[in-house]
């Protein structure tokens, strides 16, 4: 007499990846739209710590950013850029590259343009790297949040 | 400080163009360097504490259009290599339009000497 072997539950577990593949992409941007938020606040606090002096022209040596600078750059905020998505993965970028004008001293300037010569320095402007520094502290509590988040989800998942 | 950081400092010295480390008043003429350290970063965490404290940095090159250094990048990235290994990368190259000046810069990082083994007889096997 032939033996027969049953396994119960495999519909319940395919259902359950299939709804995981589906939702993944949704877990993943909302994840990912918690840790850029992190990012973009990081940036902000450190943008504050710029350190900064009354405008003079560099004659010899570099010289400090002036407080309307500074002003321009804590205004303008880091962005978000829009969401790249590609089958599960998504990414995105925080910074200042679509910050767009500012008027600085009479003349419209670029923030972009602005936010770089602060950040990595000109020959004439001393270098205050305040966005390498927001990612360095930034950065593990960003994937903390995200981690956190993702694992939310799959447990409410799981739990239905 | 780190000692790389120290080493990094004392080659660039070596070097025929002058070095200028972080808070330099004068601008000299032609190329010139400036090393910072910018605080920490990429320090290993664990058991409540930092296992490994390891400290980031920048190499800031500026040098004129027309240079009879050629070779300047190039040299600038084997003494990199030298003192610290994998852990550099070149961050960003830009020009200035307003001095006619290349600035190139080199993000490091560099660890902490390690602690050395407690002795005494608690640590006895």
Redesign the interface.
């Known amino acids: 007499m032939p033996y027969e072997m049953k396994v119960d539950g495999m519909t319940e577990i395919s259902a359950l990846l299939e709804k995981m593949e589906q939702q993944a992409t949704g877990i993943a941007s909302q994840a990912l739209y918690d840790g850029a938020g992190i990012m973009a606040e990081e940036i902000r606090k450190s943008a504050e710590s710029i350190k900064t002096a009354p405008f003079q022209y560099?004659r010899?040596?570099?010289r400090l950013p002036s407080p309307e600078e500074k002003e321009i750059v804590l205004a303008a905020g880091a962005g978000i850029a829009k969401f790249n998505k590609n089958g599960t993965e998504v990414d995105t970028s925080v910074g200042y590259s679509s910050s767009g004008y500012a008027e600085l001293n009479g003349k419209v300037k670029p923030v972009p343009l602005i936010v770089?010569a602060i950040n990595?320095?000109?020959?004439?402007m001393q270098?205050q790297?305040f966005i390498?520094?927001a990612k360095?502290s930034g950065s593990?509590k960003a994937m903390a949040a995200m981690k956190n988040k993702i694992e939310e989800a799959f447990e409410a998942m799981t739990k239905k | 400080m780190p000692s790389e950081y120290e080493a990094l400092v004392a080659a660039l010295k070596l070097t025929s163009t002058p070095v200028a480390e972080y808070g330099w008043k004068t601008r000299p003429e032609g190329a010139y360097y400036v090393v910072q350290l910018d605080g920490e970063a990429g320090s290993m965490d664990g058991d409540s504490g930092k296992l490994d404290r390891s400290w980031g940095g920048s190499l800031d090159l500026y040098y004129p259009k027309l240079t009879d250094r050629d070779d300047l990048i190039e040299e600038t990235e084997e003494i990199l290599t030298e003192i610290f290994g994998s852990s550099w990368y070149l961050n960003s190259t830009q020009y200035e339009s307003g001095t006619g000046l290349f600035h190139v810069e080199w993000v490091f990082e560099a660890m902490d000497e390690p602690d050395p083994e407690p002795e005494g007889e608690e640590n006895a096997v």
């Not at chain 1, 990595?120 to 004439?124: H, L």
Request: aromatic content about 6%; hydrophobic content about 10%; overall charge positive.
């Open positions: 560099a010899e040596g570099t770089n990595s320095g000109t020959s004439f270098k790297p390498r520094k360095n593990p």
